[in-house]
């Protein structure tokens, strides 16, 4: 129970309370023993009314429209990006310092992009000018958590990813179209998928297209990780080119990244520090099922990498595979791992 009277807590919202970032929220908040004042919840008009359970408590959902952030001292938001282009600059004129999950602010030169574990110094200049710490893209966050420690040992020349992204991406509605499409597709081969929120529909498919195209070609999901990489590691000039492919996984991102360093990286360096940065589990190709898999990476609060390999042809390059919950990792865990330094910190 991390409910408390004390003053100094935070009163807490989250915009987006019913979605499966807003549960992971909720989740984190009580199993992390964030102390609060009380948290209120907040959805569309659709779920209003509603009772979900926070730390033990039932409480009822609210209409984010009309919603009072007077009294509210930490605002999370989850509610996708038109919502927080609405919503999140009025929360925090009314008070409210707003940690946002979605795209909508984290090119705004007023809103630090945070990653915790790399660039969380940032964060104490004090309140941003917007009101508002933007959460980075889910496949930027563990790629930029071991790009960090690249750059600074060997420095990066270039980084080429492909990305390998589930259906939670999607939200619950992603997950129950894969499903619901993988279950229609085996009884009946020739049926027609249901293909809302993935076209084509993502059932026994592999689909290279996330978010929306751009002049480039590029896609905006791709565009974000090699503009979120620059912003949270401080290097405008870093050469970051992905291939974004949406798979028919029900949870956890994957990434096949290739390096190359501007000198020749030893491989047992490279493996011993990635092993030890916090919260990131290296499988070695020596250890038993030695890389990690959506399903068997294990330990969903760190980021799994594997087959770290060194080009024999290339001793500067090396690929490396990883592997991270992006609903926790990507989304609601970095949200609270800020909320937690801010409060850690009297920043709030
Ligand atoms: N899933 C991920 O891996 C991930 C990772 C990083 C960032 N994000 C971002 O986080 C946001 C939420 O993602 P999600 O996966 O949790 O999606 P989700 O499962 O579809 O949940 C969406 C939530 O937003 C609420 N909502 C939708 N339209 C609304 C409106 N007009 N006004 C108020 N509330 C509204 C929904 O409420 P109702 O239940 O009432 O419809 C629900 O609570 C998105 O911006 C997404 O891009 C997601």
Known sequence: MTYV?????PRIAIAGATGAVGNTLIELISSRGLRHRGVRLAASARSAGRTVEVDGRAQVVEDLDGFDFTDVDL??????????EKWAR???????????????????????????????????AGR??????ANPNCSTIPLVRLLQTVEQRWGIRQVVVSTYQAASGQGQHGIAELREGSALALS???????????????????????????????TMEEQKMLQESRKILGL?????????????????HSEAVWIEATEPVDRAELVGRLAALPEVTVHDKDTPGGFPTPRTAGEPDHVH????????????????????????????????????????RGLL
């Open 188 to 218: 009946d081969p020739d049926a027609e998928l249901p293909a809302d929120r993935f076209k084509p529909a993502l059932a026994f498919n592999v689909v290279p297209f996330i978010d929306k195209l751009l002049d480039t070609g590029f």
């Open 128 to 133: 941003p000018a917007s009101g508002i710490i």
């Open 305 to 344: 990498v594997g087959r770290i390999r060194v080009a024999p042809h290339n001793p500067r390059g090396f690929w490396l595979w990883l592997v991270a919950d992006n609903v926790r990792i990507g989304a609601a865990l970095n949200a609270v791992q800020i909320a937690e330094y801010v409060l850690d």
């Open 75 to 84: 605002a999370f938001f989850s509610a996708g990006t038109s919502v927080s």
């Open 90 to 124: 009025p929360a925090a004129a009314q008070g409210a310092l707003v940690i946002d999950n979605t795209n909508a602010f984290r090119m705004d030169p007023d809103t630090p992009l945070v990653v915790p574990q790399v660039n969380a110094d940032v964060l104490l």
């Open 5 to 9: 009277s004390d003053p100094a807590a």
């Open 236 to 252: 405008p000039h870093l050469d970051v080119t992905t291939t974004c492919v949406r798979v028919p996984v029900v949870n956890s």
